[in-house]
């Protein structure tokens, strides 16, 4: 199964709609986002995938966040989520609670850990878990994605354009 994580996109429907495509384009079949969604418009952004979400710091309507991704069928994990997909356990969280963030990298319980807040890509791999942080599609020097085949535990960070 090979997914997309994509974070920070501070409700900027603009800068996501590329990377909205180029998930089209890389087949992907379940979405991750890290959080600082934003707005309700990112959320109908990702209608045509299983998609899971987390909050972030700067998500202060999270009530009409929960309304939109309930009813596109998506999972709200509110700040943390805890998941399998493709027989691999995941933790999903936005990164600003640094030290839940530490304690999950250092636990060796997850296959993947995928955080945001950076603004920066990162991949670590370490006892075992790979460590992620896609990038951001608002604020970056560079607008980033990153594709995940759970078969391989490959990553491919991928650069979008903004436009």
């Known amino acids: 199964m090979r997914i997309g994580v ?18 089209r384009q890389e087949d992907v079949e379940q979405v991750l986002h890290c959080g600082d969604i934003g707005s309700t418009g ?17 998500d202060d309507r999270r ?5 939109a991704m309930s ?4 999972t709200c ?11 691999r356990r995941i ?5 600003h609670e640094t030290w839940r963030l530490s304690e999950l990298i250092s636990c060796g319980n997850y296959d993947l850990v995928c955080s945001g807040h950076t603004h920066e890509r990162k991949l670590q791999r370490c006892n075992g878990t790979t460590i992620l942080n896609p990038g951001a599609l608002h604020r970056a ?9 759970l078969a391989t535990m490959d990553v491919d960070h991928q650069t979008v354009d903004a436009g």
């Open 6 to 23: 994509v974070s920070d996109t501070h409700g900027h429907v603009e800068f996501a709609l590329p990377a909205v495509e180029l998930l």
């Open 42 to 58: 990112i959320v109908r952004l990702f209608a045509d995938w299983p998609t899971h979400f987390v909050f972030g710091n700067t």
């Open 71 to 74: 009813e596109l069928g998506h």
């Open 63 to 67: 009530e009409s966040l929960i309304d």
């Open 91 to 95: 933790a999903l969280l936005h990164g």
């Open 141 to 149: 020097r560079q607008h980033t994605i990153a594709i995940v085949d």
């Open 77 to 87: 994990h509110h700040l943390f989520g805890d998941f399998e997909l493709a027989g």
